[in-house]
């Protein structure tokens, strides 16, 4: 059984974009910037967003964090966002979720310019993804392409099953695990809360994908002997021996599973870290696909 050590994988890539960066600068180019704008106190998307400023830093990208109050209307988002889109030094923003609930998510992420949108939520990028065209992946499952790749996990031929079907995970991974090319070229079952025998499912898939949130949902009797197994799942669990007060928890119950996989990533350590380097990436994409639109016109 082989780690796919998420936490590793993702500092390579920083170290190859922090030295994208250096020689943009020895050339005397603008650095990718990347802005993020949060709305409300949401103690996670905090840290989300203070890790994503902090990744920045660390590749030697500007970045912009803009907090808007809880109270924020819909029309003062709207407005934020079009100064964002018409912002020429910004390359690339991303809108942390979820929103406060007077504010229709699917109206901000419409609004966002698909040029900026490092975050592929964007109809035109979600389209083009599942058209095969170049554009920007959802973070996540990019980081989770990045991981198998980067581990040369056959996906040839080999039967995935995806556990959750979110726009933000589930779907896109069902269409990227399908489309020509590696990662890909898998036959691709998505599986979600209607799904009967499931464990049925499961047990026959070489690769599992599971974006579930359910904290241990995965169980060693689930699967078949070497499988590989991807756990998107991240869930706070109170546990009172833990000095923090709470354990996180992937959707794989890890210590039975591990025993039959034959590549199994861990939580933490594994997908999490991968799409904070992904959204790096996006955004280096931005810039580079900016470049070249400016080049063409």
């Known amino acids: 059984m082989q780690i796919l050590d998420g936490k590793k994988v993702s500092e390579d890539i920083k170290n190859e974009i922090a030295a994208t960066v250096q020689a943009m600068k020895d050339k005397g180019e603008k650095v990718p910037h990347l802005a993020a704008l949060i709305v409300g106190n949401d103690g996670a998307s905090l840290t989300y967003v203070g890790s994503k400023v902090k990744a920045c830093e660390r590749v030697g990208f500007e970045s912009t964090l803009i907090k808007m109050p809880s109270t924020t209307s819909e029309t003062e988002l709207l407005k934020k966002i079009k100064e964002l889109n018409e912002n020429d030094d910004i ?74 079907r979110s726009h933000i995970v589930g779907r896109p991974m069902s269409i990227l695990m399908g489309r020509k090319g590696f990662p890909g070229n898998s036959t691709v079952t998505l599986t979600h809360s209607h799904t009967k025998n499931i464990n049925q499912i499961t047990s026959q898939a070489d690769i599992i994908i599971s974006a579930l949130g ?23 669990v109170a546990d009172e021996t833990n000095p923090k007060g709470y354990v996180i928890k992937g959707d794989v119950d890890f210590e039975n599973v591990s025993k039959k996989a034959s590549f199994i990533t861990p939580v933490p350590g594994g997908v999490g870290p991968m799409t904070i380097a992904m959204l790096l990436k996006n955004t280096l994409l931005a810039k580079e696909y900016k470049s070249i639109r400016e080049a063409n016109q």
């Open 91 to 164: 390359d690339g923003f991303i809108v942390q979720l979820p929103l406060p609930d007077q504010i229709d998510t699917q109206k901000i992420l419409m609004a966002i310019d698909p040029h900026k949108d490092v975050d592929g939520f964007h109809p035109e990028n979600f389209g083009k993804m599942a058209l095969d065209m170049s554009t920007f992946i959802p973070a996540t499952p990019f980081g989770i392409l990045e991981l198998l790749e980067r581990y040369n996990v056959q996906t040839s031929g080999k039967h995935t099953v995806v556990i959750g």
């Open 214 to 236: 359910v904290p241990d949902f995965l169980k060693a009797e689930m699967i078949k002997d070497d499988a590989v197994i991807i756990d998107v799942g991240i869930t706070r």
